[in-house]
Nanobody, 130 residues
Framework: QVQLVESGGGSVQAGGSLRLSCAVS????????LGWFRQGAGKEREGVAT????????AYGDSVKGRFTVSQDKGKTTVDLQMSDLKPEDTGMYYC???????????????????????WGVGTQVTVSS
């Protein structure tokens, strides 16, 4: 059974940095992407960043461009999210996700993901105080 286990969440003041890491037991799809999605209190779940497992192509949400960096190791067993210049609006539960290719390519899915598509971790909490 495929498992994704997140770590690295915590509390930080605005302007600070955190690094999230996700350990992936195995890639569930022959063609896929790994990524990070988040959900703040009272907000819809949204895409943060995705990285294609084959060619490393990356997509970011508009609100995190220039501040967050997603990366995966060569063995494709971990996917990390380096977050800098954090803002209070970045507060939320961050989920590591393995997605099939059709979801990776969909901007609609990135903006409004469905948790019945792909394999999701249980999440790690990030709290940014002002």
């Amino acid at each position: 059974q495929v498992q994704l286990v997140e770590s690295g969440g915590g509390s930080v003041q605005a302007g600070g940095s955190l690094r999230l890491s996700c350990a992936v037991s195995e890639l569930p799809y022959s063609s896929s992407c790994l990524g990070w999605f988040r959900q703040g209190a009272g907000k819809e779940r949204e895409g943060v960043a995705t990285i294609y497992t084959r060619d490393g192509n990356i997509a970011y949400g508009d609100s995190v461009k220039g501040r967050f960096t997603v990366s995966q190791d060569k063995g494709k067993t971990t996917v990390d999210l380096q977050m800098s210049d954090l803002k209070p609006e970045d507060t939320g539960m961050y989920y590591c996700v393995a997605l099939p290719i059709f979801a990776c390519k969909s901007r609609d899915f990135f903006k409004a993901p469905r948790d019945d598509v792909g394999i999701w971790g249980v999440g790690t909490q990030v709290t940014v105080s002002s």
